[in-house]
Structures are given as structure tokens and as C-alpha cells.
């Protein structure tokens, strides 16, 4: 990332109580509105953890990024990143969690998770997509409560390194 960075199971016992694991929060949102704005990855500040090749000659590198938004979605998102870079195929997919900590449409500050973001990014052209789908915590109690679902898009490196992009998508109050 620093250049871009069923099986069927079949039993006649009786099977015990199975207990669900945390569920996303399900909640009716009175609210739903557009949203778009700008913001910079900032590759030039980005702390790599790990760096390993796999038998098959893919990369898998382990970083910390920040990332500033501007636009209806305002502030920091810190990132930790696990990208997969196939240099061979020139692609890279980059998945991890990320926190957003800031404001959204304009509202007090609030703090969103994210654990099912993907990037796809061309390491021949640059040309970076993906999503990120920020939503509040369910242990932790804090208004406002926002869920964004944004689409990002790559638009370019800046003179220190870094990669701006754009974003638009959804929030929901």
C-alpha cells in the first residue's frame, strides 16, 4: 500500500440453542439525504506495521492512515488498513475498520465505525474505488446518531504523495 497504497452440514440430533453474535443496530430513520464531499488519504503520514509475501507473491501490508473529510461529512477517519497487492495482476484490495470522528450534515460531533469498508485500486493507473459504511456504536449511547454509506473515488495525488478523492452516498438520522 505504499504505492498506493458450503459445505452442507446435515444431523439427526437435536441441535443446542445457538446464541446470535451482535447484531447491527436496526433502526427506522426518519432521515435520508444525499450526501457528497472531498478528502485527502494522507499515504505520507502512514505508519506500516507489517509487510509479508505470500507463496503466491502477493503483499499483505498492515498500516495506520488518517484520512481528512470535507464537504457534508467533516473531520478525521483513522484507519487501519489491511491491504492485499497482487504487483503481478496490478490491483490491490484494501479492507480493515476505520472510526470517523467529527460531523455529519452539519450536527454536533459524533463518533462512526466501520469494519466493512473495501477499496479497489488499479497500481498501474491509480484508479482507486470503493466504499465505506460508517454507522454508530451499539454499546456506546451518543446523539446524533448517523449511518453514512458513501462511494469514494479516487481523483488524484498530491505533491507530498497523498491521494485525494471524492465521495458521495447517504446518511440516515
Do not use: N
Not at 426518519?30 to 506495521?49: D, K, L, M
Request: proline share 6%; with cysteine.
Amino acid at each position: 500500500m505504499s504505492r498506493i497504497l458450503s459445505t452442507m452440514f446435515t444431523s439427526t440430533a437435536t441441535p443446542a440453542p445457538v446464541q446470535p453474535g451482535p447484531a447491527r443496530e436496526r433502526t427506522v430513520h426518519p432521515q435520508v439525504v444525499e450526501i457528497a464531499g472531498t478528502g485527502v488519504h494522507h499515504f505520507s503520514t502512514a505508519r506500516v506495521h507489517c509487510r509479508t509475501t505470500a507463496e503466491d507473491g502477493v503483499v499483505v501490508q498492515r498500516s495506520t492512515d488518517v484520512v481528512t473529510l470535507e464537504g457534508d461529512l467533516i473531520g478525521t477517519v483513522l484507519y487501519h488498513a489491511t491491504a492485499r497487492l497482487d504487483e503481478q495482476a496490478g490491483t490491490a484490495v484494501v479492507t480493515g475498520a476505520q472510526v470517523f470522528s467529527g460531523t455529519v450534515l452539519g450536527g454536533a460531533p459524533t463518533v462512526l465505525f466501520d469494519d466493512r469498508f473495501r477499496f479497489d485500486v488499479d497500481l498501474r493507473s491509480g484508479a482507486t474505488r470503493g466504499e465505506a459504511h460508517f454507522e454508530p456504536s451499539t454499546k456506546v449511547r451518543h446523539a446524533p446518531r448517523s449511518w453514512c454509506d458513501l462511494v469514494v473515488t479516487g481523483t488524484g495525488p498530491t505533491p507530498e504523495g497523498d491521494r485525494t478523492f471524492r465521495y458521495t452516498g447517504t446518511c440516515r438520522r
